[in-house]
């Protein structure tokens, strides 16, 4: 068994020198707690100085950057992509490069990527061979969460070394993919309590596993084998009712949790109550750029099957086409707190393998290069966000679970030069033909968003400059997340309170049930 990560293929010094001191001069800075006017000097990857011109002397050979009109910005962090998996038959088509690189183009200079093992494969020799596939293609930093696939004696010890030497915090279950990932309850609750004991943060795909081959059974019994079948065999209630379950047994076993890829209203309240009931103990929610710029409409029988197919990916998106205003509200009021993408894209002949059985249509869709632009979009242009906050869901609230903060999530002296030029009133329109991803399909094509992200530094390097991308593959280092993030663990531990009183009263479910129908 090896714990050694592949040697990392280090970029050509000259790639990077002309680049090593820049200043950013008349933007203003955005970090998720409050606004303000200052110019920003970076060196050797690392933000130097914030503050005004007056109180900088600046060498000779730094390049300049005049962000007037311009919004400065921390890096978006994308908590959740599968670039290059291993998945249903296929590998999803971004791999470390071109995803990385989509990534960056779109405003993204971090992204957590899931190793998912296969099942009795050894989850360190898994996490090496994720390492051997980024180290040498990340064109920006990235971090890894770990799947726990199946349970055993020697997962349980695998996950102490991965917590204690290898540098990841987080770990995986799933409740749905029978057969494959799913856990039952007993073993979930072995494994919350692991990662309780490891104080490190319980990640859950939450959907009945059961109920879903149930009805897939039923399903495809009645000849519906369609892409139309995929919702029908996971409706709402059944991720809804798996939501609720999940954050039981956390708190039970006091683990934090994290619920990746929310994508039903019915499942966004579950989380939003249990936030409540454990008063902000335990429990993040996360939703997807898929849920807030589409819906589950384009997976109906009206369309062909290559265009409902390349919108499938489970928990699946819902064809009430409220859905996407009212995850963004719940993003707004901190029901949910992070955006990831859940970036796993195949190409139209991967899709087809589903043709005559919904079930072979290997799940995922793109959002690496979107998401940013999509909340954005969707979120401060509508009206539902502020921009603090925006920055909050795209960047910080991922860098305070993960405990990389404020390496990472913030423009702060001593922080990596991760950092978004961002122009709000400019718009562009999202294709196929444009992104910077491998895939063959933009499930948010043709919509015009507002935020484009003009220029976009990966540690100090000019990746993004007037819409010209260039970024340096291997460029990227593997960022390690410590274990007891504070942001999560003082809260479980009564140091900090993180809801206010009035959300855990006795009128508790009065308020809520006012506070959903406010938002309905
Ligand atoms: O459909 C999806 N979400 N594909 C990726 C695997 C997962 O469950 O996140
Ligand atoms: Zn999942
Ligand atoms: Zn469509
Ligand atoms: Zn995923």
Not at 41 to 54: L, N, Q, R, T, W
Not at 134 to 145: E, Q, R
Not at 238 to 245: G, I, K, N, S
Not at 314 to 322: E, G, V, W
Request: hydrophobic share 40%; with cysteine.
């Amino acid at each position: 068994m090896s714990t050694s990560p592949k040697p990392v293929k280090k970029v050509p010094i000259h790639l990077q020198s002309a680049q090593n001191r820049v200043y950013i001069k008349n933007g203003e800075i955005v970090n998720h707690d409050k606004t303000f006017k200052a110019d920003v000097y970076i060196e050797d990857g690392i933000i130097k100085f914030v503050g005004p011109a007056s109180e900088i002397t600046i060498p000779g050979g730094v390049r300049t950057i005049d962000a007037s009109g311009l919004l400065i910005l921390p890096g978006g962090i994308d908590p959740h992509t599968h670039l290059q998996l291993p998945f249903g038959g296929a590998v999803a088509v971004d791999d470390f490069y071109h995803g990385t690189k989509a990534a960056v183009a779109g405003g993204t200079t971090m992204i957590i990527d899931f190793v998912l093992p296969n099942k009795h494969e050894s989850m360190i020799e898994a996490y090496d061979k994720w390492r051997s596939w980024a180290d040498p293609k990340v064109c920006c930093d990235y971090g890894l969460h770990v799947g726990i696939t199946w349970w055993s004696k020697s997962v349980s010890e695998e996950i102490g070394i991965l917590c204690k030497e290898l540098g990841v915090n987080s770990f995986k279950t799933f409740m749905a993919y029978k057969g494959l990932y799913q856990l039952n309850d007993s073993d979930l609750l072995d494994v919350f309590e692991r990662i309780r004991q490891l104080n490190g943060v319980a990640m859950v795909h939450a959907e009945n596993g059961d109920i879903i081959a149930k009805n897939t059974q039923r399903l495809l019994a009645e000849g519906i084998t369609g892409p139309e079948g995929h919702e029908l065999s996971r409706p709402e209630e059944v991720e809804a009712e798996a939501v609720h379950r999940a954050c039981v047994l956390a708190h039970q076993v006091d683990c934090p949790l994290y619920v990746v890829h929310v994508m039903s209203k019915s499942a966004g309240i579950e989380l939003a109550r249990a936030r409540h009931r454990y008063r902000g103990r335990y429990i993040v929610g996360e939703t997807l750029a898929a849920a807030l710029g589409t819906d589950g409409t384009h997976c109906c029988q009206l369309f062909e099957f290559d265009h409902a197919a390349a919108h499938v990916l489970s928990p699946p998106l819902r064809p009430d086409k409220t859905t996407p205003e009212f995850m963004m509200k719940l993003l707004a009021n901190d029901d949910l707190q992070l955006t990831g993408s859940d970036n796993c894209t195949f190409n139209k002949e991967h899709k087809a393998l589903g043709v005559g059985d919904f079930t072979k249509i290997p799940n995922g869709v793109n959002g690496l290069e979107d998401r940013m632009s999509l909340v954005w979009e969707k979120g401060v242009h509508a009206g539902l966000l502020d921009p603090c906050r925006f920055v909050a869901v795209t960047s910080t609230n991922a860098a305070k679970i993960f405990n990389i903060y404020p390496q990472k999530g913030r423009i702060a002296v001593g922080s990596d030069a991760d950092i978004v030029l961002w122009n709000p009133q400019a718009t562009r329109t999202i294709s196929k033909d444009t992104h910077h991803h491998a895939c063959d399909f933009n499930i948010f094509e043709g919509m015009v968003v507002h935020g484009v992200p003009e220029f976009v530094l990966v540690r100090g390097r000019i990746c993004v400059e007037n819409g010209i991308v260039r970024v340096a593959e291997g460029f990227g280092r593997f960022i390690p997340t410590p274990v007891r993030p504070p942001f999560v663990y003082d809260i479980i531990e009564g140091k900090v309170q993180s809801l206010p009183e009035e959300h855990h009263d006795e009128k508790q479910n009065g308020n809520m049930a006012k506070k959903f129908a406010e938002l309905d």
